[in-house]
């Protein structure tokens, strides 16, 4: 396994929307295990290949907490198949975003459809911190951000931050 530089906003990569997956081949199974290894030394509960700078329909997240077995899932071509009424407010960060969070409205409940790492179709219900999580990062897969969700002016103070953040680091 490998760790994979993680890509940070604003970038026209996190902007794409993502390419289905036709073939669990070797290829995806190894970026499914690198992204878990990069999100969990991170750390962060989820991750995205578009963050990894792969333009594929692939997430993984493992909301477990500190004192839990971890629970990693991994996921491809993610489909929300339906999603509840009730709405669950959460304080969101991302690993594309370090140090910045916001509290996003999402619903509180979810189904998701998604192809394992062996091929086989899978169907799972989700609610509170997992659902965020993995609706967070099926919208990285559309090319959409957390901060998308927040007023101009919030979002522009994120990414004028995030700007010099990139700034300083290509200088250093
Ligand atoms: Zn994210």
Redesign the pocket.
Known sequence: MALLPIIYAPDNRLKLKCQEVHEIDESVCKLMDDMLETMYAAP?I???AP?VGDNRRILVCDVAREKEAPNPMKMVNPIVVWSSDEIFVAE??????PKHFAEVKRPKEIRVKYIDETGNNQEVAADGLLAACIQ??I??LDGI??VDYLSPLKRNIILRKMKKLKRLKEAA
């Open positions: 962060g989820g991750l995205s963050q969101e960060g991302c690993l594309s975003l967070h990062e919208d990285h951000l957390f």
